[in-house]
Every structure is written in structure tokens, then in C-alpha cells.
């Protein structure tokens, strides 16, 4: 007689059929919104964000990045050499 299959043997099996669902369904967003004006990288859709131009925001589950915003008038950048238009001091985080 078969024994019954824990729940670590049915997540054992149906885990990989999840993520490549999911990824699949990742993959279609990204076929779905890249035609449009889409904006890409970290400067680009800050600015967009803060002109009020994102109507789908798309991000990685994991974001490793410095962002930078003005004192003077809260405008926050990535990188830099955009901080750099900042007049006044910038703060990191």
C-alpha cells in the first residue's frame, strides 16, 4: 500500500510548476507594457514617478540602490551625477 505523500512531497512537486507560472505571467507584463512609452532604469523612472507620468510601476522583488533626494525641494535621484542638480545638501539612503 502507497503511502501518503507529506507536505513537503507536494510542495516539492508543485513549487516548480508555481514559479514558472509566475515568471511566465512576468514575462507577459513585460511583452504587455513594453510597446508603450515605457521607461526603464533607476534615474528615468524617478523622474517620471515625481512628473506624475507612471501609470504601471514594475519593480524587482529585490532593489539594491542608493537614492539620493534633495533637502531643498525633495526631488530624489539615483544616481549622482543626477543628485548633483540638487542645490542645496542631499541626503542618502
Not at 507536494?10 to 509566475?22: G, Q, T, W
Not at 505571467?25 to 507594457?33: K, M, P
Not at 528615468?44 to 532593489?63: F, I, S
Request: neutral net charge; proline residues 6%.
Amino acid at each position: 500500500m502507497p503511502s501518503q505523500p507529506t507536505a513537503k512531497d507536494i510542495l516539492d512537486r508543485v513549487l516548480p510548476v508555481l514559479e514558472r507560472a509566475e515568471r511566465r505571467g512576468e514575462l507577459e507584463l513585460l511583452d504587455r507594457i513594453a510597446p508603450r512609452h515605457s521607461v526603464w532604469g533607476l534615474d528615468p523612472v524617478l523622474d517620471a514617478l515625481q512628473l506624475g507620468r507612471v501609470e504601471v510601476l514594475v519593480l524587482p522583488w529585490t532593489l539594491e540602490a542608493r537614492i539620493r533626494r534633495c533637502e531643498n525641494n525633495g526631488a530624489v535621484a539615483g544616481s549622482l551625477e543626477m543628485a548633483q542638480r540638487c542645490t542645496g545638501r542631499t541626503l542618502e539612503r
